[in-house]
């Protein structure tokens, strides 16, 4: 709700009297179309870039055409650009140079640029904008390895959206580029769709080893003391993108480049659309081979949700609901794949950490709560207690249940944001139950998980066996925990306890004795021990 009210202000700022006057008559329905969610889906433009970057001169400069569709309702008289503070522009319409209303330096390092269209663009229309830019900066310099985000200036409406791209660059001969597009080699552009940020690498005396999959072009770029892992990693990336695609139906981008982090292996990080990095390549044998196989997973996932499905932060493309989501994704590979899953028990072991150190973990925090914060949110919260609660919500509604919920949210909102509203309305569909209760406890509150086996027992009854397992509720989150029972004859029973009980009594019924009673056998849940 907050993205589509942002939209919204955002076309009323921009809009006519006459527009407003329009979207005072619409239905309550047809105002979110014009200024909620379908909105934008539909505020889509197609960037025309050719750029030439010098790294040892510290110089990017190039060429932009932005061609843009009102596909709104709303008269547009002004365009807002989001660049560079430290660039230069010159912005042209139909041949006139526009008129700029003003300039905003954000302390991000950008600069929000609103410009007076020559002729408004009524609901229909189209316009072309030429732009030519020009940046220098120390920190493009003489450098090996250069991944290069928002350095093109861009559309901005609040907050990114998807758009098409063509891109032509030109680097020096000694530097590889991989972008976020697939390059044809007669035309040089770069291509891609559904790109929220087009990103660049370039890497001098760098290679690049390819395969496809599924329609889609992965490459890894590498020095030459990185080639053991690279090949490591094109080949866990090719499998990966097959899992997925069968898992989840399909890949959102045509291509998936890997390129060099940091020089120690310390994990990786998603760059840009169909880019993600990997730390520490040249230091292969200092990580087991699982360590690899892990980070590109969990990297990938990432390209579904934050790439594809969007955040609805608008200052933050991978928030705490895109990352668990993303996470849920890696650990799924890593179960079919047999690779264990002790990193994603390390993950949640940093949440349970935090409540152990008396930390306020409460997800829905304001800006101003978020601002007064001592510890690492984004290892204990963002990243720990996310995961944890996307794993507790897959345990509360069951494998299957819980699949069709996250691929809906693929589906549906692909180009669109998903906010923690949306997602509990897609639960609430897909279930027919309200799972308020859940939402309530993970995420708007600072409770905790803690449940114990307090007791059990065996008797013989007749020719059969009653087992007796008593599991307490330790802490302040109640929720419903699964306790298996498993018996000498090798069989076993799972039960799941009644949330709404503090202390639950589950009896079990078998042909041999029992032999050992486990809660959360599969460790799915973020439990903190009161010991």
């Known amino acids: 709700m907050c993205s589509e009210i942002l939209i919204l202000s955002l076309i009323l700022s921009i809009a006519s009297p006459e527009a407003l006057a329009n979207l005072s008559e619409l239905s309550d329905e047809n105002i979110k179309l014009a200024g909620g969610l379908a909105y934008q889906d539909s505020i889509q433009a197609h960037y025309t870039i050719e750029c030439s970057i010098e790294p040892n001169k510290g110089l990017l400069e190039g060429t932009e055409n932005i061609r843009l569709k009102n596909t709104t309702n709303a008269l547009f008289r002004e365009l807002q650009i989001k660049w560079s503070s430290l660039g230069k522009l010159k912005i042209s319409c139909r041949?006139?140079?526009?008129?700029?209303?003003?300039?905003?330096?954000?302390?991000?390092?950008?600069?929000?640029t609103v410009i007076e269209l020559p002729e408004p663009i009524h609901p229909g229309g189209d316009v072309e904008l030429q732009i030519e830019f020009r940046m220098s900066s120390s920190e493009y310099a003489g450098v090996e390895k250069l991944p290069i985000t928002n350095w093109y200036p861009r559309l901005w409406w609040g907050l990114e959206t998807h758009d098409e791209y063509d891109v032509k660059v030109e680097t020096p001969p000694e530097y590889t580029i991989v972008t976020s597009g697939v390059g044809d080699s007669k035309s040089g552009y770069h291509h891609?769709?559904?790109?929220?940020t087009f990103g660049l690498f370039l890497g001098r005396n760098h290679k690049v080893a390819k395969a496809m999959t599924k329609d889609v072009l992965v490459q890894v770029i590498f020095t030459p003391e990185g080639k053991e892992c690279a090949d490591l990693l094109l080949e866990t990336a090719v499998d990966v993108i097959n899992f997925y695609c069968e898992r989840f139906g399909f890949y959102p981008h045509s291509v998936l480049s890997i390129i060099p982090g940091m020089n120690r292996p310390a994990g990786g990080y998603p760059v840009a659309t169909g880019i993600v990095a990997v730390h520490g390549m040249e230091q292969f044998d200092s990580k087991p081979k699982l360590h690899w196989q892990w980070i590109t997973a969990h990297e990938i996932g990432h390209e579904y949700c934050g790439e594809h499905v969007l955040s609805e932060d608008p200052d933050d493309a991978f928030d705490w609901l895109m990352i668990g989501l993303g996470i849920y994704a890696d650990r799924e590979y890593a179960r079919a794949r047999g690779l264990g899953l002790n990193k994603h028990r390390e993950m949640m072991n940093r949440y349970i950490k935090g409540v152990q150190s008396g930390f306020d973990t409460t997800i829905a925090l304001s800006p101003e709560q978020r601002s007064k914060i001592i510890f690492n949110f984004n290892s204990v919260v963002k990243h720990g207690k996310s995961?944890?609660?996307?794993?507790?919500?897959?345990?509360?509604?069951g494998k299957k249940v819980f699949g069709r919920i996250y691929r809906n949210c693929l589906k549906d909102f692909?180009?669109?944001r998903l906010g923690i509203n949306e997602f509990k309305a897609v639960c609430g569909k897909e279930t027919g139950q309200d799972l308020g209760w859940f939402f309530e406890q993970w995420v708007n509150s600072n409770k905790f998980l803690s449940y114990k086996i307090t007791s059990r027992g065996c008797k013989k009854q007749d020719d059969h066996y009653i087992s007796q397992v008593e599991v307490q509720c330790l802490g302040d989150m109640q929720m419903s925990v699964p306790v298996?029972?498993?018996?000498?004859?090798?069989?076993?029973?799972?039960?799941?306890?009644d949330r709404l009980l503090f202390v639950n009594v589950l009896d079990f019924k078998s042909k041999s004795p029992l032999k050992e009673v486990r809660l959360d056998p599969n460790g799915a849940l973020a439990q903190v021990s009161m010991e």
């Open 387 to 397: 995961f944890s609660v996307i794993s507790a919500l897959d345990c509360v509604l």
């Open 414 to 416: 692909g180009g669109r």
């Open 484 to 497: 298996v029972a498993y018996f000498e004859d090798g069989t076993y029973q799972s039960r799941l306890t």
């Open 192 to 196: 891609g769709d559904n790109v929220r």
């Open 95 to 112: 041949g006139e140079t526009v008129r700029i209303l003003s300039e905003t330096k954000e302390d991000s390092g950008t600069c929000i």
